[in-house]
């Protein structure tokens, strides 16, 4: 009877550590990108975890899904994850990524980081009390289209024609195109919408160039094309077509210039959301936060090789400038 009770008793001692480490919170991490391209972003992620005091790893443990530009796949990516026992789903990469999330589930904390606006795409109620079980950041991107393209034309003013790659199957890439076209207008200049879905569709659309070559090419923000940014800023380079980006990234690859907000900081600041969250915080009561600061850079080895002078009042204008 002895050996029974200490034998039962050496069963109850190994269960302890399982039910501690059941109580370990668990958090997925929804991506339309890939895991390469996200590496940057998921550090930042892991900083705002920290700020708030939880470490993957040490207190916390973290599924990853990655669609690496199959938008498609997103939405069984979401569901599959709200299946497991996680208390908050992250959503990142765009908003499809977002909603998919939110399909998925009308109960478990979501964060996002989205570029275009959550009100507007059901996300939310409001930007300060998003009212549901939804909130994280919009970087605003999406917007930020008619501003890239006073750029571009401020580096190429001899430039009359224009060209500009967008998604037709994100709610960002619509609303780009919508916008470039109405900002074309407004300052004379012709202007052509190409669409690309895929690595398919970028190939073909660059396939046009060598018949019908515009001044200058102005590339949508769009998840897709940061899982092909090298494949793009290379198409771009043997084109020899001045071209302004999205973020920071392409003009490190060798893109002409990019104009963003901070992406890395915004997913630092969902971390701090998702560990607010963890220790109690409701998405209904966090506001959604917008981005306070914005990064022009310009790569001036691109700028020469395409025969360009950089004006010393853009340079001076420029957070970076890559010699």
Do not use: C
Not at 27 to 46: E, H, P, Q, T
Not at 186 to 206: H, M, S, V, W
């Amino acid at each position: 009877m002895q050996r029974r009770k200490f034998i039962a008793l050496l069963g109850g001692a190994a269960a302890w550590p399982l039910s501690a480490s059941a109580q370990t919170p668990a958090i997925g991490f929804l991506s339309s990108r890939s895991a390469r391209d996200s590496m940057k972003v998921v550090a930042a992620f892991g900083k705002g975890l920290e700020e708030v005091g939880f470490a993957e790893g040490k207190n916390l443990s973290i599924e990853y899904r990655y669609a690496d530009g199959a938008l498609d796949r997103l939405p069984e990516m979401a569901a599959e994850l709200v299946k497991r026992a996680i208390s908050v789903l992250v959503a990142v990469g765009g908003s499809n990524a977002a909603m998919a999330a939110k399909r998925a589930s009308s109960t478990m904390p979501i964060v996002f980081v989205i570029g275009g606006d959550p009100v507007r795409l059901g996300l939310a109620a409001s930007l300060a009390r998003p009212g549901g079980n939804a909130t994280g950041m919009t970087i605003i991107s999406a917007d930020l289209a008619p501003k890239r393209l006073g750029l571009l034309r401020e580096l190429v003013p001899s430039a009359t024609t224009l060209a500009a790659l967008t998604n037709p199957n994100t709610p960002e890439g619509r609303g780009q195109a919508s916008d470039m076209l109405n900002a074309a207008l407004a300052l004379g200049l012709k202007i052509r919408l190409l669409e690309a879905r895929d690595e398919k569709g970028i190939e073909t659309a660059f396939a046009m160039f060598s018949q019908d070559k515009p001044d200058a090419l102005l590339v949508a923000s769009d998840p897709i094309f940061d899982v092909h940014r090298d494949k793009l800023v290379a198409l771009v380079a043997a084109a020899a077509i001045p071209a302004i980006y999205q973020f920071r990234d392409f003009a490190a690859a060798g893109g002409l210039m990019s104009y963003d907000p901070d992406i890395v900081d915004a997913h630092r600041q969902i971390g701090t959301y998702v560990g607010k969250i963890l220790k109690g915080a409701v998405p209904a009561d966090l506001p959604i936060q917008q981005p306070t600061k914005f990064q022009l850079v310009i790569n001036l080895r691109t700028a020469r090789a395409l025969g360009l002078t950089v004006s010393p009042t853009l340079l001076a204008r420029a957070d970076e400038v890559i010699e």
